[in-house]
């Protein structure tokens, strides 16, 4: 039995390294305006295969987009094992792993990936509502109302696809704890804010990319939220 799970994990594992090759992929064109026709026909569309045949199976030779989405593969595993919960969050972590690329390396928060998110979680809040209807509801406005005040108190420092992401969030983990996604992913871009400054990588005239720190909030929040709102109310 511990063969076969071992076993398990490692298809998962790489199921991840495939699906996180895909998704750089994706930034990638949607970047640079390249088809993926041309991509298929120069070979480059499981590019980390090549890198396997030159380096052998080493963690180093998969960049860290590959490599977060192994953790999520198996992180989605480990809580739903092979359930519609699985693919459900496999989809939602993948898309919200796409827009964090995109935005880390051009700026923007395309609204075709953020329409296809919201598409998906609204779907299966249709086919198998997973939290209630007034939860979701008010973890949309309040989402998006949140970063719509800092939006406007900053004067730019956030952008429409921030709003429209954190909405979309929102709605994802509903009330309250879209407050605990905010709070994570406020604290997580503070520190990697002080940290590119103290580096001097980075300057305050500088914009910083929020998505991946919105993503890797909702990701905590959807795995950890209960013992993390817990701990967050033991305070107050």
């Known amino acids: 039995m511990h063969l076969r799970e071992s076993f398990i994990f490692l298809v ?55 490599l977060a989405s192994a953790v999520v593969f198996t992180t989605c595993y480990c809580f739903f094992g092979f ?9 939602v972590l ?10 880390f390396r051009a700026g923007i928060i395309p609204n075709r990936f953020l329409l296809g998110l919201f598409a998906w979680l609204f779907l ?11 939860s979701v509801m008010v973890g949309f406005l309040a989402g998006g109302a949140l970063f719509y005040v ?3 108190l900053s004067r730019g420092g956030m952008g429409g696809g921030d709003i429209k992401l954190m909405a979309v969030l929102g709605f994802a983990v509903g009330w309250p704890y879209v407050l605990v996604v905010f709070l994570i992913s406020f604290i997580l871009g503070a520190v ?21 720190f919105l993503s890797l909030g909702f990701f905590l929040v959807n795995f950890w939220g209960v013992e993390i709102w817990e701990w967050y109310a033991f305070f107050w």
């Open 12 to 66: 998962v594992f790489l199921s991840g390294i495939i699906a996180g090759n895909f998704i750089r992929t994706i930034a990638s064109v949607y970047r640079q305006g390249i088809s993926f026709r041309k991509l298929f026909e120069a070979g480059e569309i499981f590019s980390f295969l090549s890198k396997i045949k030159k380096t052998g199976f080493r963690l180093r030779c998969f960049p860290l987009v590959e």
């Open 83 to 91: 359930t519609p919960n699985f693919f459900k969050y496999v989809v």
């Open 94 to 103: 993948g898309l919200l792993l796409v827009i964090s690329v995109i935005d």
């Open 124 to 134: 299966w809040q249709l086919i198998d509502p997973y939290l209630p209807l007034e």
């Open 150 to 152: 800092i939006a406007l």
């Open 192 to 212: 990697a804010g002080a940290l590119l400054l103290l580096s001097g990588r980075k300057t305050l005239k500088d914009s910083l990319a929020f998505a991946p």
